[in-house]
């Protein structure tokens, strides 16, 4: 079977952000110059699934990512874990579009690749809106599923697990081709290999913009205006400085003023 | 012009963060000076449309169909498109639970716009509306701004607005029977079951100790069971912690795990996404533990150490230990 794995390059987890403070975006978006990149997590865990998929039936993994020029580290990654080949769909400031902007040129190619399943993560770690997979899904005309912890295919079918809230689930089937959208959780993820690695360097990777794939990515119903940081709503109490004393003025306060211990 | 509300139910049961996106919408229709209407979907659901319209809105709309009995995103997209198109409401809203998040996207795109999901905020600007959404899991806050004609589609956080704000009235039940037939269904949807009976209850927990990424190895678990040993708390995680099995699923605290509301909550390397401080925000004294100063659990914390946790919680292990003894 042929899986086509939509994945996210993301700010790594944990880096300072900063508002930009100058140029075409300020006050709109963060200060990209800094930052290092990786893989959007549930992303990792979406291709993770297509590459346990094609160990168990057989067939190709296609990588599918959109983003600017520095994405192409993170389509080698995943290259270098096994995915067979890539599409890297040039564009800058992926944050001016909307979801259905960035569904749109994701569908165009994917339209092209005629998969038999799409996996892409449950939700992105910057923007997190949690809703390509789904929007590319309708505009393909094809069913889809979230927040999937269990893959099965059956013939023309696929049944999958999907998680629904405080500790239910439901499984769910659906005809081929489908979009599933998958949880971080979902299986355990792999390391490249050296020979990964060694390997991903002569493995295509097709470089395609908006323009090439023929489509108008249409004006955003929905604009980011600002971006900042949030105000406080309640004034924790904070401790600084050596551990022992931070821990007994902390202790202090859940004894005597919190009554908690 | 009006603003239709979209409430949750399963089974006949109200999703309880209904009420809080009825008070929102009550709020928001109020401030635009439209009408407000309601709609739920499903099959027999008479009791529950009847019920709310003891609430403040013109119109409820029960939206009746047999293949409403079970939700399908094909089945409550094609529902509510049918609904949209005869209300032409100016904004839609819903609450942002997990089938919001499996059907709404589509049911946006099928008017060419984009749900704003995830909303912890709203204000008018002039007549226009502007949402606040959080970017990199509370980190950052971004005002969207919908652009050109409605119906605008937005969904909004749990707990972000209060249902004890809700204003009573009497509205009108409608019923609306959507044109859905079998050949429009794709998803085949089995019962919802739960993996296994729990065995630790840890909503009865009067104290808590939550571990998260930053205890960064499996093998680094026994420095905060010391601490909730110390405590004679509950050892419990956060997602992420439970995925990579170094605690089991029944210990998750957050939307996907349970929802706790102890006496002390110790949040240990918890960075605080949503998804986890929905299931915890409701303790009563919230304790974090986190070396980054900006980590949005300091939001909802009323005590904070700014630091290294294998620093910090030895030190904090001594101390509790003299306080109690």
Known sequence: ?261 | MSVLAILEQQGGQWHRMSWETLAAAQQFAAALKVPLNLAVAGSGIGALAAEAATKSAGKVYAVEHPLLGEYTADGYTAAFEGLVQALNPAIVMFPHTYRTRDFAPKLATRFSRTLIGDVVAARLDGASPVFVRQLFQGKLSADVRPDGEGPHFVSLQAGAWRADTLESGAAVVETFAPPLDVAMIRQQPEAPFRESARAVDLTAAERIVSVGRGIKDKENIPVVEALARALGAELAASRPICDAGWLPMERQVGSSGQTVSPKLYLAVGISGAIQHLVGMKGAKTIVAINKDPHAPIFEVADYGIVGDLFEVIPALVEQIKKARS
């Open chain 1, 1 to 261: 079977m042929k899986i086509v794995v939509a994945i996210k390059q993301v700010p790594l987890r944990d880096s300072p952000l900063r508002v930009t403070a100058s140029g075409q975006r300020a006050g709109r978006w963060i200060e990209e110059s800094d930052l290092s990149f990786e893989i959007n997590e549930p992303d990792a865990y979406a291709l993770e699934e297509a590459l346990q998929l094609k160990e168990k039936h057989g067939g190709e993994v296609v990588v599918l990512c959109a983003g600017p020029q520095r994405a192409a580290q993170t389509i080698r990654e995943a290259l270098a874990k096994g995915a067979d080949r890539a599409i890297h769909l040039e564009q800058d400031d992926l944050a001016e579009l909307d979801t259905l902007g960035v569904a749109r040129l994701l569908s165009a190619a994917l339209a092209a690749e005629k998969p038999d399943l799409i996996l892409t993560g449950l939700q992105s770690d910057d923007l997190g809106a949690g809703q390509t997979g789904v929007v590319a899904a309708e505009l393909l005309g094809m069913p889809h599923a979230t927040i999937i912890m269990q893959v099965d295919v059956e013939g023309a079918m696929v049944r999958v697990k999907r998680e629904l809230e405080d500790g239910w689930f439901q499984h769910i089937r659906l005809p081929l081709p489908a979009v599933l959208t998958i949880q971080s959780g979902i299986n355990k993820l792999r390391y490249a290999t050296l020979m990964g690695i060694k390997r991903a360097k002569a493995k295509e990777i097709k470089r395609l913009t908006a323009t090439d794939l023929g489509i108008s990515l249409g004006a955003a119903s929905a604009v980011i205006e600002k971006v900042y940081s949030p105000a406080k709503t309640k004034q924790a109490q904070i401790f600084e400085g050596d551990p022992k004393t931070a821990a007994a003025q902390l202790v202090e306060k859940l004894k005597f003023e919190a009554h908690v211990i």
